[in-house]
């Protein structure tokens, strides 16, 4: 089943951070893509995988710097919680809290693992226009999260990469030159004169 809002303008959303600060999430308007993943719970095996899955794709992976991704993690645990996740596990991306389900809600994320977990593994891949691409929902495979932003980047990359080619590819193309018809030329002057002695002749 498709998710709702993929192939819609993704949702802005503004949450405390894990520094106490309001960090508010425009997707587009940094011109970069994003990847916006809701998870369990801060602490957790699975989940403090994940996170630390994103944060060396942020450091090591050439495909994730070269495009500027911006990662995004938010989960219902409160802010002392996800500052102790985010300094425990040196976190270098905002981690959020949606402690009331505003971020799930505007995102259509519901539980996960049949109920048992609050929020469901479920990961974003938004456009550098704002547009959601596609959505992964597995909140038992944590380590399927970072394969799918990198596969969605790869992909991502090549289109802007061809939609930027095209332009260029038009602007070389030589302008074909319209033929004119050949005018005949009309009699010279001197044509005239020799033509009027040979009348009079």
Sequence with gaps: MVHPLVGKPA?????????????????????VPVALFFYPKSGSY???????????????????????????????????KQKAFVDKQKLTYPVLSDAKGEARKAYHVGKGLFGLAETARTTFVIDSQGTVKDVLDTTVNYG??????????????AEEKKAAE???????IPA???????????PTTAELGRAAEAVQA
């Design 166 to 172: 095209a332009p260029a590819a038009a602007e070389e």
């Design 46 to 80: 699975g989940c403090t995988k994940e996170a630390c899955q994103f944060r060396d794709a942020l450091a090591d992976n050439e495909l994730f710097k070269r495009t500027k991704v911006e990662i995004v993690g938010v989960s219902t645990d409160a802010v002392d």
């Design 11 to 31: 949702p802005s959303i503004s949450l405390p951070a894990a520094d106490g600060e309001t960090y508010t999430l425009t997707p587009g308007a940094k011109g």
């Design 176 to 186: 074909v030159a319209t033929p004119t018809a050949a005018v005949p030329e009309g």
């Design 144 to 157: 399927a999260h970072v394969k799918f932003v990198s596969k969605w980047l790869d992909k991502l990359e």
